[in-house]
């Protein structure tokens, strides 16, 4: 789950499944402070595999 925050609450959240990845796309975000945060299902177990993180910001 990938969540972005502002200094309200939440902007917008999004899910990510095994064959695909959680995006968020926001064209237009006014200048600001925000908090993005990354969490993994705590009830299902991943027996292998790598996950990876990018974070862009234009």
Known sequence: ML???DSVGLVRLT???SS???VINLPTL???TYV???RVD???TY?????NYNLSVN
């Open 15 to 17: 899910t990510a499944s």
């Open 36 to 38: 993005v945060r990354v």
């Open 30 to 32: 006014p200048a600001g």
């Open 20 to 22: 695909g990845n959680g």
């Open 3 to 5: 969540e972005l925050f």
């Open 47 to 51: 027996p292998n595999g790598t996950i």
């Open 42 to 44: 705590p009830y299902v």
